[in-house]
Structure formats: structure tokens, C-alpha cells
């Protein structure tokens, strides 16, 4: 009898710990749903820019004032995740979504293909190198990476 009680428990408790897991659906769908909003993503990164771009200025501020407080802690991270938002947008969303892989050989498709990956991925490499630093060029180059993916992008 004892033995049926243990694993009656141990099967409540694995049922329970197997429910309690969640899982994060943060990006937009990945089941084809048809519904996007390309516009409003580039406007999200715009906003994520603005972010980071403030929050390297306070973080500069803060330190030559040499303030050692939370503030500075809450800056950083503030940077990491709006940089973070930038890089989900660029990959969850243009290029597991809406970039789509060429099929045929045409130079000029492939071409094309090859230059939304090309600016996509140096958005990635400048969003890391907001992460890592607070020099504010970074931004900028996003914006100007932005700007030239987006005409790329809706010219099609």
C-alpha cells in the first residue's frame, strides 16, 4: 500500500511540474497566420532605437555626475533589453517571417535576397554592439541600416 501512495505522489508531482511550465510566444506568430504588420514593426524599432539611444545617454550622464546608484543598473538594463527588442524584431519577424528564401535562379532575385540579409544581419551586429557600449553612433547606424532595408524591402 505504501508503494501505491509513493507513486501516486510522484505521478501528482510530475503532472504538476510538467503544468507549471510556460512557455514565452513574445514574437509574432510562427504558424502562418497572414496577419502582419510591417510598418508598425519598423516604427517598433524606431521606438527601441529612441530607447537605447536615451538610455546611453543617461547612462553616460550618470557616470561622469559619479552617481553609484540603481539608477545606473536600471539604465543599463533598460539598453540591453530595447537592444534586445531589436534584434527579436529583425529576426522573429523579418527573417524567419517575411524575407523569404529564393528558389529560382534568377541573379537579380537572388541579388536582392542576398542584400535583406546583408543589412538585417549588420542591424543584428550593431543592436549586439548597443549592448556593449554607450557610443550612440551605433543608433545611428541602425537607423541609417533601417532606412536602407526598409526602401530595399518595400521596393520589391
Not at 511550465?21 to 508598425?40: L, N, Q, V, W
Not at 527573417?95 to 541573379?107: G, L
Not at 550612440?136 to 541609417?144: G, L, P, Q
Request: proline content about 1%; glycine content about 2%; hydrophobic content about 40%.
Amino acid at each position: 500500500m505504501n508503494k501505491l501512495i509513493n507513486y501516486k505522489t510522484l505521478a501528482v508531482l510530475v503532472v504538476l511540474l510538467v503544468g507549471s511550465f510556460t512557455f514565452d510566444a513574445s514574437a509574432h506568430c510562427e504558424i502562418p497566420c497572414g496577419i502582419y504588420g510591417d510598418e508598425m514593426r519598423f516604427d517598433m524599432i524606431e521606438e527601441n532605437c529612441q530607447t537605447v539611444e536615451k538610455s546611453m545617454a543617461k547612462i553616460i550622464q550618470l557616470k561622469m555626475m559619479d552617481v553609484k546608484s540603481d539608477q545606473l543598473v536600471r539604465w543599463v538594463n533598460n539598453k540591453e533589453i530595447h537592444s534586445n527588442n531589436i534584434q527579436n524584431i529583425i529576426t522573429q519577424y523579418f527573417m524567419f517571417q517575411r524575407v523569404q528564401p529564393v528558389m529560382s535562379d534568377d541573379y537579380e532575385d537572388m541579388e536582392a535576397y542576398r542584400n535583406k540579409l546583408v543589412l538585417l544581419h549588420k542591424i543584428l551586429v550593431q543592436a549586439m554592439k548597443c549592448k556593449q557600449t554607450t557610443k550612440i553612433s551605433h543608433v545611428k547606424k541602425i537607423r541609417e541600416l533601417l532606412y536602407s532595408f526598409k526602401m530595399v524591402y518595400f521596393n520589391e
